[in-house]
């Protein structure tokens, strides 16, 4: 089978995002990167395309001229899919112009800057009927796709209450130093958006709860802190959430939670039974249940559901980490640019990146109006 | 040294309370059983002492007989406190009595059945000179106690975020069948009051949270979840809590959350390190910072606190529990009864089990409000 | 039901051994201590008496004594049971004589200084009948007994591989010390007997090794380490196994394992299935299969075996510990002294003590030979 | 910079260890694949060929052919490297030919199926200075290189204990059954050598000994375990080791540990401090002392040597795994094939390959003299 032409937007030099993807798209043999504007600079984009081994004959000089000359090649030499690695601001306009010139789109996350732009290109990919990932890169994990199957079978019986934590500790050296906070441009309004902490990682928090139960979050109420009077944008916050008028939860996210490196952590409870799973142990899946000892599920075993299985790649007990799970998300797309059977929710979708960027606005709007509920409906 | 005359009330027969008390008293050869009423039937009564090795000259009928034979009595021969172990109402009548007789009392948590009586006893109290203990178990553990020593020398630095968890599962099997949950005491507003798991559990979380940061909660905001139209009190609730404007936090707890045994959990950040600690696993304390490993403390060690060698009886990797924990508290209550210097904290006092009713009361206040802001200023 | 009257013999002053059995023979309300020799120093002992509240008319200036005085008191008064907290050395002389009048006997570990003297106070035990325990502590936890329970009704199939290491640290700071190494008693064969490292604990890693598969060792081939010419005892050693042909095993002792507290992990394979448990986290054990999850079972839940209930006190997710488990020990020789029904295994017997003097003298012999198999059978 | 040329010798079609080394070389950009066999029918290697997107040009029919047609290219476009992962039978007369013809060499473990061929690829590759990397893949691990430096740098002290496990589950419903264990390759001397699990696994423990501790073992004594009498090759054995008179240590392989999927675990033990790490867990290296809290060393912190901080490629708390563990080997050779500046340890030597075939022979040559000590000095 042909492999599947790719085009790479940003992730140049020695952008870590870069990286994940470029491994990630290699991984099961699916993609060819076969242009793209790594830096803005051309001297370094032609150097870098060479350092990863791309011809630099589709390297341009800016996003615009990829567009316009990728459209004009055949069908069957053109760049199929666009992974858009830039920073955040960049995501509505490029997206923007790949969905109208009829191109499918891999995107970073958060899908855009604000919600209005969110609903824009959703318009324009249904229109054009395009394939679009955001890459919430942790639902690519095997357990936590196995998590969101068994859960939509009714291992846990109805979700009664989900409690989703994402804290980091890495924004506290700079947040206590005035200096130093004015600065960091992830506190800074016009670089960052309206929020720091739950744009950044709140919203990867909404998007797993969202995904694992295959629930919508109808209504939020949160309490943000900016800690200091100068500092405009949350780096903390809780958020009550409400499925419905009697399933609850709560998200919670920090970035001065001092010592924390990455600590996303899930916990779904049922009628029947729960699910564990903690971001940094990516191998270890808690079940449990009223009645019976705590299982530990692990990848790679026979014992694990389909989807789990198709994302693993070794037998168990050899651990995966965080490349392979990207890794299962441009297999993913793959199998849905090429028309495969794919399991539910190998990628995810345009409609995950739309109902993020509502969830941010929402939870900034509910802090600045005291801490009162708001509808999450579209 | 002479040992402390102890009555107890209540905690006869299979009584799982009284085991930890009677075992916790003996632990350091502090106390003697010397009398009380264990049981309401008289028989039982008598039965009971005598298979602890209670002389039964002393074990009375009544509570209020037990007040009025032992006032009589020489001071150096009457009892010096009182264990209340009985169903949460008689917990007011009999403290009222014993503190209005001189009495020192160990009293079962929660203190009370509401704020306002709480607040009686606290003004009897005040009036007697007292000692009064209100047994929040888990404030025992060594580590927990390593903790409140380590955050008030300054280790970890100013407080900035403070996440408590309580969840259990046990409710569960109760809570979805609408004939068993009707029969359930904990569940009747008569028998539990006005809550079931803010009243039970949660309030062992906010006396945590109190008792660790040496912070008197401001404000909170709560929302709670009753799952069914006709089941009156809550079985789960979230309560975002104020320190002070930018000192926040949040305190979870559940008896839905299917699979948790007993699951309390603290976290606490401070501006230079943090602490993690669960209280199934008790001798492991986890201390965190910005720019250095993980470290985790366990007690027996020549490097903990001072507190926390005082509340271990073995060297490190002999694993004390719950009775243990217990004991300590029996051993600071020992220290108050005979004047003896002991470490701040050695038991939780009147002041924990008044504002426990005064946070159980608020949070169910705040609910029912439509999740507002209150004050918990007493 | 009378409580038994128990006699102390050692653990007066500051004796941790003393506070563990002290508080292990109250835990159920079946013992009273009625009388011992705490100290050597009759004044010391007069005064401990008091501090425990036990009557000093029954405290004697020597066990010689305490024999004598005792063995002409009333059946219905004498005391029943004696527990031997001394010095090893002493613990031979004590049992013989306590034996060869009559009484039962609880006596810490090691039995004896030698295997002879081991099977001289077998023959006595078995010529008077008496109930005798040695105090392994460790069976007492209730995951220990639930595993011992399981191995035996199949659980795990026929056992194919055992791997038991106790590993501590605590002799580093001493060892690398020429001065401080010479002046310890542990590391002088005068004192401690021909071992230091498999003496203290490899003994209690072999006890553990027969008392969960209910198997006997066939032979022994040993390795031992004294790091130093000049120290004479083994502070590290690797012993390998063979309950028969083909079913093998391994024990690994060490005192030099720096940074280890107190060691002492199980790990027991079987055709079906595999147990593995940790004593530094004794209410976590693990259950293994070829072909399902991983289980955690924990005590206090429903699911547990009779055994396991029966030594647990408190309902899941209350961690109780050492001193619960020594408490078990002593409520395992209470129900033998009532000839009560009980169940396999409640407290290690005579046998256990005899062979763990018999592993001893051969392990050393093993390592002095050259690293040869020797037969363990009696 | 120009790609490494690398030829791949099987690894096709369903290949796990195909797909391993095949990520592992993209990862940093370093290689580009060019040519190899990849199956030994012609058609499927094509086909393969496409499929990973390897020019069908270099694509021989047979590695004679491979050798034989490469060598006659310039060299500037000649394959610079060879990665051998067919049968470990074809590893020796691949390898061969490859250093006779002036070829670099990344060969799986073992080496070869006898330590007369290893000896005679060591001195092929040092007559022709061939780099020579054998992919034991765990030693790529991040963790496992910061053990290694600080060792080397003395943060432990004078090593004096070394533990290393390596216990599988997987040959559990195999061997049981008389029929099936016939048929397995694994089992079958012809195919699988003198020894299965000490061949498989337990050399990886051996290899992972001598290179954390940079110190080579002077002698071994081996008990093996075959299970039953039919069944010629070790399923489990454990092995006594000294790297001198005082310094001793064990290695414990089992394929019979039923439940376990991949556990390689490593405890070394030294005058100063400890380090003890899990395969499965491979992002959680613990520290310990004798008078600190164990600490928890994870990759991509500032605190973490050089060495570690090159092999991770995300921050802190983002989990990598077996597959960047083999990248990093990957990445450790083509530093040498370009001469450029590394640390210690990036790849795993030939030296490795060497001793670990001189261990299985002599491991098994102990257990069949009756577990007599033999020296591993080559």
């Known amino acids: 089978m042909s492999k599947i032409r790719l085009g790479v937007l940003g992730g140049g030099g020695d952008s870590l995002i870069g990286v994940l993807h470029r491994v990630a ?9 076969v242009g793209g504007v790594f830096n803005p600079n051309y001297e370094d984009n032609l150097k870098f395309a060479k350092h990863i081994g791309v011809n630099t004959e589709r390297v341009y000089t800016d996003f615009e001229t990829f567009v316009d000359q990728e459209v004009k090649k055949p069908k069957d ?7 858009i690695l830039t920073p ?9 112009k790949l969905l ?11 899908l855009t800057t604000s919600y209005g732009e969110a609903l824009e290109l959703e318009a324009l990919q249904k229109k054009h009927k395009a394939i679009f990932a955001v890459t919430y890169t942790y639902t690519g994990y095997p357990m936590v796709r196995h998590m969101k199957h068994m859960i939509a079978s009714g291992e846990l019986g109805a979700i009664q209450k989900v409690d989703i934590q994402y804290y980091q500790g890495w ?9 130093v906070r004015k600065t960091v441009w992830r506190l800074d309004p016009k670089k960052a958006g309206i929020s720091s902490c739950i744009g950044d990682i709140g919203t990867h928090a909404f998007q797993m709860t969202e995904y694992l139960t295959g629930m919508e979050v109808q209504s939020i109420l949160s309490d943000l802190n900016m800690l200091y009077e100068d500092n405009p944008l949350d780096i903390d916050g809780t958020v009550l959430i409400r499925f419905s008028e009697n399933v609850k939860g709560v998200i919670r996210a920090s970035q001065i939670a001092t010592g924390e490196e990455n600590g996303l952590t899930v916990a779904v409870y049922g ?3 729960a699910f564990k799973w903690e971001q940094e142990n990516p191998n270890f899946l808690y079940h449990m249940t009223d009645d019976q000892p705590k299982r530990i599920i692990k990848p790679g075993n026979a014992y694990v559901s389909d989807v789990a299985a198709d994302g693993t790649k070794l037998p168990g007990g050899h651990p995966e980490g965080i490349f392979d799970a990207m890794g299962n998300i441009y297999k993913g797309v793959a199998k849905a640019l090429r028309g ?3 399991f539910d929710g190998e990628y995810p979708t345009m409609n995950d990146g739309v109902r993020g960027m509502l969830f941010i606005e929402k939870v900034v709007e509910s802090h600045k109006k005291g801490n009162i509920w708001l509808s999450l409906d579209k």
Chains 1, 2, 3, 4 share one sequence.
Do not use: Q, T, W
């Not at 798209?25 to 990167?33: A, K």
């Not at 924004?171 to 200096?179: G, Y």
């Open 77 to 83: 030499e053109r760049i199929e899919v666009v992974s």
């Open 340 to 342: 495969e059977k794919a």
């Open 171 to 179: 924004i506290n050296p700079v947040i206590h130093d005035p200096e």
């Open 25 to 33: 798209s290699h991984m099961f043999d699916r993609y060819e990167i």
């Open 88 to 96: 955040n601001f960049l995501h509505f306009p490029m997206a923007k």
């Open 271 to 273: 009628k029947k039974g």
């Open 100 to 110: 109208e010139n009829g191109f499918n789109v891999i995107c970073e996350k958060p």
